[in-house]
T-cell receptor
Framework: SAVISQKPSRDICQRGTSLTIQCQVD?????MFWYRQQPGQSLTLIAT?????????ESGFVIDKFPISRPNLTFSTLTVSNMSPEDSSIYLC???????????FGPGTRLTVT | RKEVEQDPGPFNVPEGATVAFNCTYS??????FFWYRQDCRKEPKLLMS???SGNEDGRFTAQLNRASQYISLLIRDSKLSDSATYLC??????????FGPGTRLSVLP
């Protein structure tokens, strides 16, 4: 398994600003993902973070709104741009290795947009 | 139809009870299947992978029926600490992980 940390753990942001969330894994992993979980809901995949290339976004999510970086095998960032109250959610980073496809999650970032 | 559907719950059971959760998926090309548990205000944690032959881990048994596109999780001798939301997860070739809506379990003393 992998140990994953996220920063910040929570933030309260103003409408129109941007927040960058960092995800650090304690070992080299093949796959990194970003999810959103809104209150009382299950997880929705935002994108797959690809090392050294553009992220692969799921339907309904676009790069301009959620730019993602993954400069190496252990680190990724997700930016929530031009935030609105609808972006208030928990954002979760996960990591895993190809072959088993098991995922391990970071503790999440609780974002509130006012 | 949603890609992954689960029993809506919540399930309220007494300690020691046996409880079963069901999950169905719509994509017949799905290849990997998992059960995660998520405690309130925590991140999901992998409970177990689900193999074609079925697998057991202590009090937990997972079954997969590819023909019916159905996955189940059985918990025997429920403990208070089993109270959580159980998420069914389906995956195709390491991409397109889809989480079910979750089934909430409360084990009562």
């Amino acid at each position: 398994s992998a140990v994953i940390s996220q920063k910040p753990s929570r933030d309260i942001c103003q409408r129109g600003t941007s927040l960058t969330i960092q995800c650090q894994v304690d070992s080299q992993v093949t796959m990194m993902f970003w999810y959103r979980q809104q209150p009382g809901q299950s997880l929705t995949l935002i994108a797959t973070a690809n090392q050294g290339s553009e992220a692969t976004y799921e339907s309904g999510f676009v790069i301009d709104k959620f730019p993602i970086s993954r400069p190496n095998l252990t680190f990724s960032t997700l930016t929530v741009s031009n935030m609105s109250p609808e972006d208030s959610s928990i954002y979760l980073c996960s990591a895993g290795t190809s072959g088993s496809y098991e995922q391990y999650f970071g503790p999440g970032t609780r974002l509130t947009v006012t | 139809r949603k890609e992954v559907e689960q029993d809506p719950g919540p399930f309220n059971v007494p300690e020691g009870a046996t409880v079963a959760f069901n999950c169905t998926y719509s994509n017949s090309a799905s290849q990997s299947f998992f059960w995660y548990r998520q405690d309130c205000r925590k991140e999901p944690k992998l409970l177990m992978s689900v193999y074609s032959s079925g697998n057991e881990d202590g009090r937990f048994t997972a079954q997969l029926n590819r023909a019916s596109q159905y996955i189940s999780l059985l918990i025997r001798d429920s403990k208070l600490s089993d109270s959580a939301t159980y998420l069914c997860v389906v995956n195709q070739d390491g991409q397109n992980f889809v989480f079910g809506p979750g089934t909430r379990l409360s084990v009562l003393p």
